[in-house]
């Protein structure tokens, strides 16, 4: 059994938010993929700072975050970052889908989140990723 584990920033000023997107996408989104470690961040500073130390997989963003949401942030971090982990963008209105080309996501999640649908888009992104798959 391996100990492996991926580690996910979830980033929302609302509490509520991050918990919400834990919770539909879980522990193992998939069962060939490792277990996952969630790193919460309230504030930008946050993650800048996880991003930049290299310490995250993959980030999902909320796109209604305030001051700063997550579409404008996923766009900031793909432009500045070399390497930049994949980023998943949470957003409130499916009419807003077409925001996240823009924002150079890797993939959208729509409110309310589909359990289903949110822990089998984040195992496309993390299988897309350089992480290795766990045999099981």
């Given amino acids: 059994m391996s100990t492996q584990t991926t ?6 000023h609302r509490p509520e938010v991050r918990e919400t997107i834990i919770t539909a996408v879980g522990r193992r989104p998939a069962p060939d993929l490792a277990r996952v470690d969630y790193v919460e961040a309230g504030a930008i500073a946050d993650v800048l700072y996880e991003v930049d130390n290299g310490t995250v997989d993959l980030l999902i963003l909320d796109g209604e975050a305030q001051p700063t949401g997550g579409m404008g942030l996923s766009r900031q971090l793909k432009d500045e970052i ?14 807003d889908r077409w925001l996240a080309t823009w924002s150079q996501a890797d993939a959208v999640l729509v409110h309310p989140l589909d359990p289903l649908a949110a822990a089998e888009t984040v195992a496309e992104v993390l299988r897309g990723s350089a992480l290795p798959v766990v045999k099981g």
């Fill in 7 to 12: 580690k996910i920033l979830v980033f929302s």
């Fill in 82 to 95: 070399t390497n930049c982990p994949p980023i998943v963008v949470a957003v409130r209105r499916k009419d």
